[in-house]
DNA sequence: CATCCTGAGTCGCCTTTTCGAACTCAGGAG
DNA sequence: CTCCTGAGTTCGAAAAGGCGACTCAGGATG
């Protein structure tokens, strides 16, 4: 990406963008969610150059998304695989929100793709905003608004 | 972009990336959430190329984030402005999510650059996952299963 | 009327990314 | 010693992005 930012370093979506928004680059995130480790996982899955696929694990390893860990199958040689760090794992907001967006306004004949639910129950969730203490928000009684990065300095 | 999906056009975030992964589109809508409208706006606040800038106008209008409308300030000829559509407006979540990441884990001096709050009230919200019956759940409590579309055919 | 100015793009040329297939490399297996 | 596999790297061609110049429409100016 090559820093998107110049303009304005002090976006924090910006700087998100930077680390994720390559292409294909959420798509490897994803696969990851799914449980795949290993870079023919990764390639196979998504249908990506092997090339492009050896940048975008480098920049995801590099900005601690993932970590690059050897690992041992028996009997076979040593290999790499590259797995969710918990800064990775807090993504999970950011696919939920796009599969959520996917699933309200580019749906298709199959349904849902992919459904978060509470682990313990099996009770489906979603995405919503929440104040401190609790009460629960739509979409239209939220508000965006500069935060300390546009009023000091 | 033309059609990372490729390979599964069943996953509704790869369907999202479709319309939104390619580089600047999702600074777009950022901009068009502080309320740009014009193009030389958009332009001026990215520093984005016009022709790479007339491009993400044309397919966020293609797919309805975003509504082309003639306007016609006094005295003055009729121009064109983008605003945000209702599906358009839905992508907050995505937006808080990347902003929330990159304060999490790409903080900068200056502190967060954009904050979500209660329209009415001021208080600060966060975007959670919530059960239908309004329990609140931490990240680790939820799991992400295949849905329909990878059930049924 | 002729000229200037502005916003909203388009055009052409060059650089950067992506694509896809082929090639390399290290070790275990036969 | 040769074969096989996973994990990359290399290379040439194609697509996308960046940048400055150019166009185009109409209101304002003289």
Redesign the pocket.
Known sequence: ??S?LGKDPRCSIARSLEVLG???TLLVVREAFRGRT????FADAL?????????R??TLVEFGVLE?RAYRAE????????VLTASGRELVPVLAALNAWGDAYRATEWGPATVYADAQTGEPVSLRFVTESGRILDLDEVTAHPGPAFRNT
């Open positions: 990406m090559t998107v390559e292409k294909w290993r870079f023919s996982e249908g990506i150059a092997r090339d492009v696929l050896s940048s694990l480098a690059r009997g076979s040689r040593e290999r790499a695989e590259y």
